[in-house]
């Protein structure tokens, strides 16, 4: 059996059924890890993994069941994993051992997974290149000369370059779906709250969500199944069931209600998405689906609206960070200020320092009601215009990013430049509904361009038998 | 649209806030991109959102957690990271009270 | 002194009796070896979040309903930022927007204070400053214990006023079982505002901040230190400086603080981490319910129901763990008054204050007093043996053997002819006397001096009775 051409499923089949031993499969994956190190997609290989895939191999030979049973996963530098370093790419956390299983992490155990590396990130999920990490870019899968995006781009990186069947990314304003464009592969970021955030460092709490990065709409479904939850440790977690999302793929796209944005017709002309997202549309309806033309009228504001709402929460989020309790504490401070001041100063990278002053300006007395609870209200509205829009369609499709992806160091110089990235995909962060990428199309280097594909809140389902549909019947149209 | 300015003493306080310093050289980089960074956002406090109110997720107070102590952490485990600990403490350069 | 008027607003923290914290299962214990009662909520460590007690909720919607307070339907909770080591996120959660409780208020003896709001929040570390060279020690175990934040409005006018306040509102919390309000643990502390003005004036003076006063008498002490400060100010023409002050309690003196805050912009906003929690009615009448009599009610009821007196009531409802005590004594044994006068006379001067556990068990008590009713023992040897109960810890029961009709039947009876017959000029007297009882009385006296008080009393007085005829 070739391992690297299995799919997760057939993967998870085949080692339950001890056809393959998680042993091996695991040791393939590490060695395609190590083989594939100029990518810098990963910052650790975790040196028990062997192990750890032996001892499963003797509890499937004695009768352990689980979803992910021997199947090697790789995570984001932001999800702790007890034992491991997690150091979401930043100075600052660079030796801090989690001290607790994240509940992503522990489910994921639970189900038998062997997590065998974490991956490279924007620091503190803060971009939209890994160009932020205080480890070096992560190169493009698919073209080394060319970020991978962000801020998850070590994990959508390692799934396409073939490290792993699996990567959890996080995603806050786009940093699963636009790495996933960039490198030609599937990534959802779910509905707020359907995914427990405990253990997993928090940037902007109230719109960031996990998600798996995979090769396949299928997989993808799958692994979702077994990473959503509500958690006791989570009261913004959805206490709701977790359906089987497989059993909502049906191959069938027939009457769908397919929503097209007017202000994303509007927005992508003369973008290098355009033509692929016309014939999405096109392709959509072509099978049977019933193309309906809606508005969100605000759309345009989602991008200045998350810029107020994330730092803001960010810059309370990161203080915790203040070399008095764990990892960096400045060895030029002399008194506790100089800890907080210089630990800090050294220890964070610049996007993030913009950020965090960024949300000290939002949050400040004078500016608050002006800029935070402006785009609070503005968030509200947003939302009350998608539920209009929902009540006229089923899904909503969207490209995922303006083109294909860009030169490292092609967005060095301004900031502002590279939040326009996530000008497609920020909407799904600010209503806290699920959307998916999934590669449709090419830009005009021949990379892959994504396809966003945005239900209402729980409706991931839904989402994926649209995906699916499109994967497999798409044509070269969804061939990376 | 005039472009938004930013004093140094405002970046200043707000360094302050954000407990970072800056050096002169960081600051005049920082200011460019800092009013970059404002234009954009400014396009929400220049919007209209109508009737929208602020609004709140919430749960009944009957969901909420029920007062049941568990077991806490292992002292080493959560001293583990720690910088500097003493005597089962984190410990920092002496403060005045 | 006299022209002017004193202005005080009482800011009142107290730990809530809870078994967890407040945003984790942490226990909420006091006393514990440094960082043992810490999970990753308590020290801030990365991706924990809080989770919160619905318990504690509960126990400031109880501590609002005994002060009348309106319960909101709907509670938020903010994040307070700002940088300190006991402070683990670098935030606070707290409640500014829409606490918990508004409204309500606590009457005094001759004023009633409003109450601007009551809302919860999360207590922060601990801060021990050892040496230069070990530095400063930081433990996390109170970090996250939930703690009851009281504001009042500016309507205390002076220091007897504050402590007046403060003892009716810690009686409150404790007879509630909100709070146990221990002192010296930190379990209620106060931050005081006072502000003077010329008498009469409506215009409010600069007002000064102390902060964290841990017993009434630091809080009696700093108000009128700090309001001769102000007046001695203003006497003199200067002005008062709106600041925090520290309190000195062993140079009885506020001193201003040496480091200015160095920003009051706290940059609330509401915690993300956190949903706002909706407080339906039901839930309110659900507590309200659960709500002992309060200690004006007791007073009350102490005095319509038991016949005692303002005063003998007042004691007896001072401290909750006293009136627990009397009530269940009466559980036992149902003569209040009688109850009464032995808590006040014989039990109270032997504690050395009123929350004090009382070395009997209420139903000992109970038990001594009725072999007092029996006359099983007399008076003086109940006496005598709840003395032997709570100064040595001696057993009821053992004691009850050694004293209570040990001499009896045919030798007491022996005993009392001995003695009729050696006083034959006192059994004149008893026959000839106008008040033979007095007589009677000298006769069961030599009864008990000969026997140590150790006769059994009524069978004594049956054979005088008998042997006098």
């Not at chain 1, 001290?99 to 639970?110: A, E, F, G, I, W």
């Not at chain 1, 996933?180 to 405990?198: D, L």
């Given at each position: 059996?070739?391992?690297?051409?299995?799919?997760?499923?057939?993967l998870?089949?085949?080692?339950?059924?001890?056809?393959?031993?998680?042993?091996?499969?695991?040791?393939?994956?590490?060695?395609?890890?190590?083989?594939?190190?100029?990518?810098?997609?990963?910052?650790?290989?975790?040196?028990?993994?062997?192990?750890r895939?032996?001892?499963?191999?003797?509890?499937?030979k004695?009768?352990?069941?689980?979803?992910?049973?021997?199947?090697?996963?790789?995570?984001?530098?932001?999800?702790?994993?007890?034992?491991?370093?997690?150091?979401?790419?930043?100075?600052?956390?660079?030796?801090?051992?989690?001290?607790?299983?994240?509940?992503?992490?522990?489910?994921?155990?639970?189900?038998?997974?062997?997590?065998?590396?974490?991956?490279?990130?924007?620091?503190?999920?803060?971009?939209?290149s890994?160009?932020?990490?205080?480890?070096?870019?992560?190169?493009?899968?698919l073209?080394?000369?060319?970020?991978?995006?962000?801020?998850?781009?070590?994990?959508?990186?390692?799934?396409?370059?073939?490290?792993?069947p699996?990567?959890?990314?996080t995603?806050?304003?786009?940093?699963?779906?636009?790495?996933?464009?960039?490198?030609?592969?599937?990534?959802?970021?779910?509905?707020?709250?359907?995914?427990?955030?405990?253990?997993?460092?928090a940037?902007?709490?109230?719109?960031?969500?996990?998600?798996?990065?995979?090769?396949?709409?299928?997989?993808?479904?799958?692994?979702l199944?077994?990473?959503?939850?509500?958690?006791?440790?989570?009261?913004?977690s959805?206490?709701?069931e977790?359906?089987?999302?497989?059993?909502?793929?049906?191959?069938?796209?027939?009457?769908?209600?397919?929503?097209?944005l007017?202000?994303?017709?509007?927005?992508?002309?003369?973008?290098?998405?355009?033509?692929?997202?016309?014939?999405?549309?096109?392709?959509?309806?072509?099978?049977?689906a019933?193309?309906?033309?809606?508005?969100?009228?605000?759309?345009?504001?989602?991008?200045?609206?998350?810029?107020?709402?994330?730092?803001a929460?960010a810059?309370?989020?990161?203080?915790?960070?203040?070399?008095?309790?764990?990892?960096?504490?400045?060895?030029?401070?002399?008194?506790?200020?100089?800890?907080?001041?210089?630990?800090?100063?050294?220890?964070f990278?610049k996007?993030?320092?913009?950020?965090i002053?960024?949300?000290?300006?939002?949050?400040?007395?004078?500016?608050f009601?002006?800029?935070y609870?402006k785009?609070?209200?503005?968030?509200?509205?947003?939302?009350?215009?998608?539920?209009?829009?929902?009540e006229?369609?089923?899904?909503?499709?969207?490209?995922?990013?303006?083109?294909?992806?860009?030169?490292?160091?092609?967005?060095g110089?301004?900031?502002?430049e590279?939040?326009?990235?996530?000008?497609?995909t920020?909407?799904?962060?600010?209503?806290?509904?699920?959307?998916?990428?999934?590669?449709?199309?090419?830009?005009?280097?021949?990379?892959?361009?994504?396809?966003?594909?945005?239900?209402?809140?729980?409706?991931?389902?839904?989402?994926?038998?649209v995906?699916?549909?499109?994967?497999?019947?798409?044509?070269?149209y969804?061939?990376? | 649209?005039?472009k938004?300015?930013?004093?140094?003493e405002?970046?200043?306080?707000?360094?302050?806030?954000?407990?970072?310093?800056?050096?002169?050289?960081?600051?005049?980089?920082?200011?460019?991109?800092?009013e970059?960074?404002?234009?954009l956002?400014?396009?929400?406090?220049?919007?209209?959102?109508?009737?929208?109110q602020?609004?709140?997720?919430?749960?009944?107070?009957?969901e909420?957690?029920?007062?049941?102590?568990k077991?806490?952490?292992?002292?080493?485990?959560?001293?583990?990271?720690?910088?500097?600990?003493?005597?089962?403490?984190?410990?920092v350069?002496?403060?005045?009270? | 002194?006299?022209?002017?008027?004193?202005?005080?607003?009482l800011?009142?923290?107290?730990?809530?009796?809870?078994n967890?914290?407040?945003?984790?299962?942490?226990?909420?214990?006091f006393?514990?070896?440094?960082?043992?009662?810490?999970?990753?909520?308590c020290?801030?460590?990365p991706?924990?979040?809080?989770?919160?007690?619905?318990k504690?909720?509960?126990?400031?919607?109880?501590?609002?309903?005994t002060?009348?307070?309106?319960?909101?339907?709907?509670?938020?909770?903010?994040?307070?930022?700002?940088?300190?080591?006991?402070l683990?996120?670098?935030y606070?959660?707290?409640?500014?927007?829409?606490?918990?409780?508004?409204?309500?208020?606590?009457?005094?003896?001759?004023?009633?204070?409003?109450?601007?709001?009551?809302?919860?929040?999360?207590?922060?570390?601990?801060?021990?400053?050892?040496?230069?060279?070990?530095?400063?020690?930081?433990?996390?175990?109170?970090?996250?214990?939930?703690?009851?934040?009281?504001?009042?409005?500016?309507?205390?006018?002076?220091?007897?006023?504050?402590?007046?306040?403060?003892?009716?509102?810690?009686?409150?919390?404790?007879?509630?079982?909100?709070?146990?309000?221990?002192?010296?643990?930190?379990?209620?502390?106060?931050?005081?505002?006072?502000?003077?003005?010329?008498?009469?004036?409506?215009?409010?003076?600069?007002r000064?901040?102390?902060?964290?006063?841990?017993?009434?008498k630091?809080?009696?002490?700093?108000?009128?230190?700090?309001?001769?400060?102000?007046?001695?100010?203003?006497?003199?023409?200067?002005?008062?400086?709106?600041e925090?002050?520290?309190?000195?309690?062993?140079?009885?003196?506020?001193?201003s603080?040496?480091?200015?805050?160095t920003?009051?912009d706290?940059?609330?906003?509401?915690?993300p981490?956190?949903?706002?929690?909706?407080?339906?009615?039901?839930d309110?009448?659900?507590?309200?319910?659960?709500?002992?009599?309060?200690?004006?009610?007791?007073?009350k009821?102490?005095?319509?129901?038991?016949?005692?007196?303002?005063?003998?009531?007042?004691?007896?409802?001072?401290?909750?763990?006293?009136?627990?005590?009397?009530n269940?004594?009466?559980?036992?044994?149902?003569?209040?008054?009688?109850?009464?006068?032995w808590?006040?006379?014989?039990?109270?001067n032997?504690?050395?204050?009123?929350?004090?556990?009382?070395?009997i068990?209420?139903?000992?008590?109970?038990?001594?007093?009725?072999?007092?009713e029996?006359?099983?023992?007399?008076?003086?040897?109940?006496?005598?043996?709840?003395?032997?109960?709570?100064?040595?810890?001696?057993?009821?029961?053992?004691?009850?053997?050694e004293?209570?009709?040990?001499?009896?039947?045919?030798?007491?009876?022996?005993?009392?002819?001995?003695?009729?017959?050696?006083?034959?000029?006192?059994?004149?007297?008893?026959?000839?006397?106008?008040?033979?009882?007095?007589?009677?009385?000298?006769?069961?006296g030599?009864?008990m001096?000969?026997?140590?008080?150790?006769?059994?009393a009524?069978?004594?007085?049956?054979?005088?009775?008998?042997?006098?005829?």
């Open positions: 059996m070739d391992i690297g051409k299995l799919s997760l499923i057939e998870a089949k085949a080692i339950s059924e001890q056809k393959l031993t998680s042993y091996e499969v695991t040791k393939y994956y590490i060695e395609r890890c190590q083989e594939k190190s100029d990518l810098n997609a990963l910052l650790e290989i975790f040196d028990d993994s062997l192990d895939a032996s001892e499963m191999d003797e509890k499937i004695g009768g352990f069941k689980g979803k992910l049973a021997g199947v090697p996963v790789i995570i984001k530098d932001n999800i702790l994993y007890k034992g491991k370093k997690a150091s979401c790419s930043s100075r600052f956390l660079e030796n801090y051992v989690a001290q607790y299983n994240s509940t992503v992490v522990q489910k994921m155990l639970d189900e038998g997974a062997i997590i065998i590396a974490r991956a490279n990130m924007d620091e503190f999920a803060m971009g939209s890994t160009e932020n990490s205080a480890y070096g870019v992560t190169k493009n899968a073209d080394p000369s060319r970020v991978p995006g962000g801020s998850s781009g070590g994990s959508a990186c390692a799934v396409a370059a073939g490290l792993a699996v990567a959890l990314g995603d806050t304003g786009g940093s699963i779906r636009q790495p996933c464009s960039y490198n030609g592969v599937v990534g959802i970021k779910p509905t707020y709250g359907r995914v427990s955030r405990y253990g997993v460092v940037f902007a709490s109230s719109i960031e969500q996990v998600g798996p990065i995979t090769k396949n709409v299928k997989d993808n479904a799958y692994m199944s077994v990473l959503a939850g509500g958690s006791i440790h989570d009261d913004t959805l206490k709701v977790v359906p089987d999302y497989l059993s909502y793929i049906k191959g069938d796209i027939k009457g769908l209600k397919v929503g097209v007017k202000e994303i017709e509007e927005a992508v002309k003369g973008l290098e998405v355009e033509k692929s997202y016309k014939e999405a549309v096109k392709f959509l309806k072509d099978n049977g019933e193309i309906v033309e809606v508005s969100i009228p605000d759309f345009k504001l989602t991008l200045p609206c998350y810029y107020i709402i994330a730092p929460e810059t309370s989020n990161l203080g915790r960070f203040d070399g008095v309790k764990y990892s960096r504490r400045s060895a030029e401070a002399k008194d506790v200020d100089e800890i907080y001041v210089k630990s800090r100063s050294e220890g990278g996007e993030v320092k913009r950020r002053m960024l949300g000290n300006f939002v949050l400040s007395s004078g500016y009601d002006a800029y609870n785009a609070k209200k503005l968030q509200q509205k947003l939302i009350a215009e998608s539920k209009k829009a929902f006229n369609c089923d899904v909503l499709v969207l490209p995922t990013t303006a083109g294909e992806a860009f030169k490292i160091g092609a967005k110089g301004d900031p502002v590279m939040y326009k990235e996530d000008l497609f920020i909407m799904a962060n600010i209503l806290g509904t699920p959307a998916l990428s999934l590669p449709f199309g090419k830009g005009e280097s021949g990379l892959p361009l994504g396809l966003q594909i945005v239900a209402d809140r729980l409706n991931e389902g839904l989402i994926y038998n995906a699916d549909f499109i994967e497999n019947n798409g044509g070269d969804a061939r990376v | 649209m005039s938004t300015k930013i004093s140094i405002e970046v200043k306080r707000l360094a302050g806030l954000s407990a970072l310093e800056f050096s002169e050289e960081e600051l005049s980089a920082f200011i460019p991109e800092f970059a960074m404002l234009e956002v400014d396009e929400v406090k220049n919007c209209d959102t109508g009737e929208a602020l609004n709140y997720t919430t749960h009944l107070l009957s909420c957690r029920e007062d049941e102590a077991e806490s952490f292992p002292q080493e485990e959560i001293l583990l990271n720690s910088p500097k600990t003493k005597k089962g403490s984190f410990c350069p002496k403060m005045l009270d | 002194m006299q022209e002017y008027d004193i202005v005080i607003g800011e009142v923290h107290s730990e809530l009796k809870t967890s914290k407040v945003f984790c299962s942490c226990k909420n214990q006393g514990q070896a440094p960082n043992t009662n810490c999970c990753p909520v020290v801030g460590l991706g924990a979040l809080p989770v919160l007690n619905k504690a909720v509960e126990l400031v919607i109880k501590a609002g309903l002060m009348g307070c309106q319960i909101n339907d709907l509670a938020v909770f903010e994040r307070k930022n700002y940088f300190y080591p006991d683990a996120k670098a606070q959660i707290s409640q500014l927007v829409r606490p918990i409780c508004l409204g309500g208020q606590i009457e005094l003896e001759d004023k009633v204070v409003r109450l601007n709001r009551i809302h919860l929040e999360e207590d922060a570390g601990k801060l021990v400053h050892c040496s230069a060279a070990i530095g400063t020690l930081i433990d996390y175990n109170r970090g996250g214990v939930p703690l009851m934040e009281l504001v009042t409005e500016p309507d205390i006018s002076s220091a007897d006023e504050a402590v007046e306040f403060l003892t009716r509102l810690r009686q409150r919390l404790i007879y509630a079982g909100v709070a146990e309000c221990k002192m010296e643990q930190g379990g209620l502390r106060c931050d005081v505002n006072v502000s003077v003005k010329k008498k009469g004036s409506k215009e409010l003076g600069q000064t901040e102390m902060k964290n006063l841990n017993s009434f630091s809080v009696y002490r700093a108000i009128n230190y700090e309001a001769n400060r102000q007046i001695e100010i203003l006497e003199n023409g200067g002005t008062v400086v709106q925090t002050r520290k309190w000195d309690d062993n140079h009885s003196r506020s001193v603080m040496r480091k200015k805050e920003s009051s706290y940059r609330y906003f509401p915690d981490d956190m949903l706002a929690v909706e407080i339906p009615r039901e309110v009448e659900r507590i309200r319910k659960t709500l002992p009599l309060m200690p004006d009610q007791l007073r009821r102490y005095v319509e129901e038991y016949g005692l007196s303002d005063y003998e009531s007042e004691i007896l409802t001072r401290e909750k763990a006293l009136s627990d005590y009397f269940e004594v009466l559980s036992f044994y149902n003569n209040p008054k009688e109850v009464t006068n808590i006040l006379t014989e039990i109270l032997k504690v050395k204050d009123l929350s004090e556990e009382i070395a068990s209420p139903s000992d008590l109970a038990k001594l007093l009725k072999l007092v029996d006359k099983k023992v007399t008076r003086t040897n109940a006496k005598e043996m709840l003395a032997r109960i709570m100064e040595n810890g001696e057993k009821l029961e053992a004691l009850e053997k004293y209570a009709g040990s001499v009896d039947g045919d030798a007491l009876r022996a005993l009392v002819e001995t003695i009729v017959k050696n006083n034959p000029n006192a059994v004149e007297d008893y026959r000839t006397s106008d008040t033979p009882e007095k007589v009677f009385r000298w006769f069961t030599q009864v001096k000969e026997t140590r008080g150790k006769a059994n009524v069978k004594a007085e049956e054979f005088i009775r008998e042997l006098l005829k």
